[in-house]
């Protein structure tokens, strides 16, 4: 089993439009999660972390379950620039051995 | 100029070959990161490096060896090459928290 797994996708969505992801992770001592996104042929760049109690940057809203775990990613009104892989990434700190593990991405594609 | 500089960003190479990989950083981070993404796979961890003198193996590092030259400059070289190694190489660099990483632009490796 993955450790962080994704629907990848694509979600194809129109313009204005509120979409989902979601993600489960594999190990029960991760303790920080985020989200990344990354554009076609392009590094990933943050997006945003994502804390126990939710928290939100503008349109965008992340959600963790650490009973179910598993982590969301909520878009509103959808801008045709969201369009995009949406990596849910995990680390297991602690250790202090260990990096961020990285799921396969969703691919989403607003449309006009 | 980049926080993150990967060299070179696109290379083909034939199969048994030595090439190396280089990446740079300007962020004054102590971690530094090698993953590679294929499609459909996500990134996975190759070597990572907590400081100058810590080298670690991820979870696909058979293969490839790396060096960490300076706090700044953190090397991956494939002895020697296979048309599996093919795929999209990214360097990334985190402070010690070990959040939120900033990647280079990827160096696209073709074996041949």
């Known amino acids: 089993r993955k450790e962080v797994e994704q629907d990848p996708g694509p979600f194809n969505v129109p313009e204005g439009a509120t979409v989902a992801f979601n993600c489960t992770y594999s190990?029960?001592?991760?303790?920080?999660f985020f989200w990344y996104r990354q554009d076609c042929r392009k590094e990933p760049k943050l997006l945003m972390s994502?804390?126990?109690s939710g928290n939100e940057d503008g349109r965008f809203t992340a959600q963790l379950n650490r009973a179910s775990q598993y982590i969301s990613l909520l878009i509103r009104d959808s801008k045709l620039s969201d369009s995009a892989t949406y990596l849910c990434?995990?680390?297991?700190?602690?250790?202090?051995?260990?990096?961020?593990?990285f799921g396969s991405g969703t691919r989403l594609q607003v449309q006009p | 100029d980049a926080d993150v500089t990967q060299t070179p960003r696109n290379r083909i190479t034939k199969t048994g070959k030595r090439i190396m990989l280089e990446c740079s950083q300007t962020k004054g981070h102590d971690r530094m990161y090698w993953y590679r993404q294929d499609p459909g796979l996500g990134l996975r961890l190759i070597y990572y490096?907590?400081?100058?003198?810590?080298?670690n193996k991820g979870e696909i590092s058979d293969g490839y060896s790396v060096s960490r030259q300076a706090q700044a400059k953190f090397s991956l070289s494939l002895e020697s090459a296979i048309p599996n190694q093919t795929a999209l190489y990214f360097c990334?660099?985190?402070?010690?928290?070990?959040?939120?990483?900033?990647f280079g632009s990827g160096t696209r490796l073709t074996v041949v």
């Open positions: 994502v804390y126990s």
């Open positions: 990334a660099t985190s402070d010690r928290t070990g959040s939120g990483y900033t």
């Open positions: 490096s907590f400081d100058v003198k810590d080298i």
């Open positions: 990434v995990v680390n297991k700190l602690g250790t202090g051995r260990r990096a961020l593990t």
């Open positions: 190990n029960s001592a991760s303790q920080s």
